[in-house]
């Protein structure tokens, strides 16, 4: 025992030195001070925010009644899992029933080319909340994969070559402020005229609203690159002179590492307005996703529908914040740059 | 008779805003192989400039470099060049750096074994084989310098050209690197330029010291023959006359001569002015 704590010795109750004892020895620093304010203040702000909410929600009536709070959000939230289970069910029995026939079919020696017209038939039901988040992402993953491809190479050689540059750059800055949406009506009178085929791999309203995001993610891409690429340190590119090292081994070996960070900042950018715009465009162009779920819960104007559209809202922005989430760590992963606070 | 090198009449001109800035004046410096050549002179004089002509990433107007007769106008790893600010590829291990020339370099004359040989070598050479999957960002800016020379003496250049290599070290740090490039130059007697603000460097390390006038319009204003035996040890040659001689010869020219080449060293008219730009230049008389 320590002797600062024998003057704190109690009389025939040892145990309460030996709680003394633990507490002293405990160790209150600031890291872990650090960490539990980490973890509580977000906690806080998130249960203050939600009090608010519920009050706030009290006061606004609408025509299709109260706004919803956060209770009635969070039934919603529910039952549109239950009405996905519940579609997931009937899917897997229809498929069943088929599987029945189709053997039926086979016993009854029924012509193959019939049993293949009853083995070909797709379920149909609408689809539900959750299919229409996974519609979305799978939207903005292509178009922003699309959009990446096309953007990072014209980036670098934007940034290479200053008489391209100068070509492109006009380009680049009367398009990169315009609305994609504006360009949403082009994209789908040229899509319905020029993707004509008879068995279609993409929906065309997938290609529109994919189309669309890609438009948009291609801007802040080509710009960050283009700076990224342009920045290159000047000294490792005379060590690039100094040893001749070949156009394409430059290219590889300095000129993309040391504009990975950048070419990270476009991209986290870039998925982030791809994500909004697209939510956007399949609200107005009625295609399939989460824009067409919130909007079409607009027209359908039951009670329950703003509580639905909220529920919406919020899964939207959580998904955006996993996808900017996810690309800062594929930054973090790649870049070298670990002095640069990336948030 | 030709030497080594040749910096032959050697003046470069830029295009600026304000109309053409003539730097350098005709400069000429013959180096034969194996010596050791100091370039001091006040900052923005153009010795880097002078250098990045060996190297070849710049042209001179007029004039120009021969290396072995033969003459030099782009960039190559026969003048590997050591750079005030390390450039090192951040991205890349202190073995990755060293590997990328000597895999260039090396290509089709090594087998990949005795290029990851000759990597280790030149690292073990600069004593930095303790380091080598370390990011340049974790380690100092001694061993980064260190790296640095590796990469340079692993092209087997026919020159080496350093940029002040040391500048932006801490005095006992630099006086570390000195020793070991003395070591490694004992060894390898390669053939060098060194850019150099360090009146003692100059001495310690040169055969010779060309000192080059103010510029702009520069030109070599004397050429100091350091004729100290070698291996040179800094203790000993700290009481040497003949060290002290040539010491006082370079800070002599810095502060009296620079001006006008052909002016007598007695020419105090002006040095008590040029005494204080000296200083602000940056030149370090003690170290
Ligand atoms: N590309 C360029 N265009 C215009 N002027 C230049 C260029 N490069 C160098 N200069 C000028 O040439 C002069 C010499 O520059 P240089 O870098 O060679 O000096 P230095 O002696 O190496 O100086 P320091 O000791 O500070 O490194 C300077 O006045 C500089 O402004
Ligand atoms: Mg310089």
């Not at chain 2, 991205?91 to 990597?119: C, G, M, P």
Request: glycine residues 6%; contains cysteine.
């Amino acid at each position: 025992m320590s002797s600062s704590l024998a003057s704190r010795k109690t009389f025939n109750l040892p145990w309460v030195d030996r709680l003394l004892n633990g507490l002293s020895s405990f160790e209150f620093g600031p890291k872990l001070q650090a960490s539990v304010k980490a973890a509580v203040v977000p906690v806080v702000a998130i249960l203050i925010f939600l009090g608010l909410w519920s009050v706030g929600a009290k006061q606004v009536q609408t025509s299709l009644g109260q706004f919803p709070g956060p209770a009635a959000v969070w039934d919603q939230t529910k039952a549109l899992w239950g009405e996905h289970e519940a579609a997931r069910a009937k899917e897997a029995a229809f498929y069943e029933r088929l599987d029945k026939r189709v053997e039926k079919a086979i016993a009854a020696g029924k012509s193959p080319e019939r049993i293949e017209k009853i083995q070909s038939r797709q379920y149909t039901g609408p689809a539900t909340f959750i299919d229409q988040i996974f519609t979305s992402l799978y939207t903005v993953g292509a178009g922003f994969l699309v959009a990446s491809l096309i953007a990072i190479p014209i980036g670098i050689v934007c940034g290479m070559n200053a008489t391209f540059y100068q070509a492109m750059n006009p380009i680049i800055q009367l398009f990169k402020p315009v609305s994609p949406l504006a360009w949403l009506p082009l994209v789908t009178m040229v899509v319905s005229a020029m993707y004509v085929s008879d068995d279609p791999m993409f929906d065309k309203s997938f290609l529109n609203s994919a189309i669309t995001v890609t438009l948009c993610c291609l801007w802040p891409t080509i710009i960050n690159t283009t700076v990224g690429v342009a920045g290159v340190s000047k000294d490792l590119l005379n060590v690039s002179r100094v040893l001749r090292l070949p156009f394409l081994t430059k290219t590889v070996k300095i000129v993309l590492p040391s504009a990975v960070p950048m070419i990270f900042t476009g991209l986290r950018l870039s998925l982030g307005i791809g994500w909004m715009v697209l939510i956007a465009a399949e609200m107005l162009s009625q295609n399939p996703g989460l824009g067409k779920f919130v909007w079409d819960e607009f027209q359908n104007g039951s009670s329950n529908s703003l509580a639905r559209i909220m529920v919406a809202v919020l899964v939207i922005g959580f998904l955006g914040f996993l996808l900017d989430r996810g690309m800062l760590m594929l930054q973090r992963a790649v870049s070298w740059d670990r002095n640069a606070v990336v948030r | 008779m030709s030497s080594y090198l040749n910096i032959d009449h050697v003046s470069i001109t830029f295009p600026t805003d304000k109309g053409p800035l003539n730097v350098l004046d005709g400069v000429d410096i013959k180096v034969e192989q194996g010596e050791f050549i100091s370039l001091i002179g006040h900052s923005g004089c153009g010795k880097s400039t002078v250098l990045n002509i060996v190297a070849g990433l710049l042209q001179a107007t007029e004039g120009g470099v021969l290396l072995q007769e033969k003459e030099v106008n782009e960039p190559g790893p026969d003048r590997a060049v050591v750079f005030q600010n390390h450039s090192l590829m951040p991205w890349l291990t202190v073995y990755d750096n060293v590997r990328l020339a000597v895999d260039q370099v090396f290509k089709k004359t090594k087998t990949r074994a005795e290029r990851d040989a000759w990597t280790r070598h030149n690292l073990e050479l600069v004593h930095m084989s303790h380091a080598l999957d370390r990011k340049p960002d974790e380690i100092s800016g001694g061993m980064k310098q260190r790296v640095g020379i590796a990469r340079a003496l692993a092209m087997e250049p026919k020159v080496l050209l350093m940029d002040e290599p040391f500048g932006a070290l801490d005095s006992l740090t630099r006086t570390h690197m000195q020793d070991s490039l003395m070591e490694i130059q004992a060894r390898l007697n390669n053939t060098v330029i060194m850019i150099t603000h360090d009146v003692d460097e100059a001495v310690l390390l040169s055969d010779r010291i060309v000192m080059m006038t103010n510029g702009p319009s520069a030109k070599v204003g004397e050429i100091l023959h350091v004729d100290l035996e070698r291996p040179r040890d800094r203790l000993a040659l700290a009481e040497d006359p003949a060290y002290n001689h040539y010491r006082a010869e370079v800070v002599k020219f810095l502060h009296e001569r620079h001006v006008q080449p052909d002016a007598p060293a007695s020419a105090k008219a002006d040095a008590d002015d040029d005494e204080s730009e000296g200083e602000q230049d940056g030149i370090r008389l003690v170290s």
